[in-house]
């Protein structure tokens, strides 16, 4: 009979233990859950404009294009995956198209990359991190530690990137590359911005510059 209670109780103690596993997994796991949405929330109510303003002259001829191409894979650089959504100029002409800020915030980081050539990094007011690259040039004046509102100029759409070397442009046709990053547990961690671009498709400024 005392064997028959000890078998049950190892059998009680493993059941429970479990149990208790499932429950904590499922805990943690919907915690997770619940911080990547409040995360996105973040996001969503952070942006305000499409990057690329459109043309008032000639919204054809200056207009642009993206698609979902987020974790396509990329070559340059070693195998790697595409954090970020391209809108591509219709003009394949570096300098020709304004890239504005989507959201207010500050300037985190600006100068050269390997992979992004010019880019510009804008801490929104939510604490997400917007990620412009291969631009041509900065607008005039701007510095890291700078606040941005949503819509102020930050440079101008270029091919500039895919070397060690300052300044580098030609590797690819001129685009904007869009990234969108949020601190996880202190990793910086990519999310698609083709759905956030989507949205924003309509709600673009207008600029009246043309040559
Ligand atoms: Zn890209």
């Known amino acids: 009979m005392a ?10 103690l493993f059941f429970v233990l479990v149990a208790l596993d499932a429950w904590l997994f499922l805990f943690f796991y919907q915690q997770s859950l619940q911080g990547q949405e409040d995360h996105l929330e973040a996001v969503w109510e952070d942006i305000v404009y499409f990057p690329v303003p459109q043309s008032a002259y ?29 809108i591509m100029a219709s003009l394949n002409e570096r300098g020709k198209y304004p890239v504005v800020s ?8 600006m100068g050269w990359l390997k992979l992004g050539g010019y ?7 939510r604490g997400v991190y917007f990620y412009y690259a ?21 440079g101008f759409m270029g091919d500039t990137g895919y070397s060690e070397t300052e300044g580098t442009t030609g590797y690819f046709p001129v685009h904007l590359h869009v ?14 911005p083709y759905p956030f671009l989507k ?12 040559d």
């Open 102 to 109: 989507m959201s207010d915030g500050y300037i985190e980081k």
């Open 179 to 192: 990234g969108i990053y949020l601190d996880e547990d202190g990793k910086e961690k990519s999310y698609n």
């Open 134 to 154: 291969h631009l041509s040039d900065y607008a005039p004046g701007l510095a890291v530690g700078d606040e941005v509102k949503a819509g102020e100029l930050l």
């Open 58 to 86: 000639d919204k054809e001829r200056f207009g642009v294009t993206f698609a979902d191409s987020w974790m396509d894979s990329r070559k340059f650089g070693g195998e790697r995956t595409h954090e970020g959504c391209d």
């Open 199 to 210: 949205k924003l498709e309509g709600s673009k400024l207008t600029y009246w510059i043309c």
């Open 3 to 12: 064997r028959v209670r000890r078998v049950f109780s190892y059998f009680l």
């Open 119 to 125: 880019r510009i990094g804008v801490r929104s007011t």
